[in-house]
């Protein structure tokens, strides 16, 4: 339920993935939650799309406050964060669509 929390409040999450030369990329994208699956917003177009299904790591951190004390060493940051291992698969026909709602309602509620 925390997890839901995190991913309910966020707008952008983001997405790590191996591209098709094997190098690391990280890219900021709007994502929607329907129950345990997080949807993602990518664009056929972009580099990610074109592989088919890719192992991906997905992050949403929110920054709640800095805590500052008399030095550097004792001060620190209160933070939430989530962070998913999965599969982005393109989606087709209802599925699609009922991803595209899920990220629509959570961007704009």
Known sequence: EVVHCILDA??????????????????PMVYGREGSTVYIH?????????QGTLDVCVSVAFDDGIVLARSAFNSSMNYRSVIAHGKAEELQGEAKSRALDAITNNVCP
């Open 10 to 27: 966020g707008l952008v999450a983001h997405v790590a993935y191996l591209d098709a030369t094997g190098r690391l990329r990280v890219s």
């Open 42 to 50: 990518g664009h056929v177009g972009c580099g990610a799309m074109k």
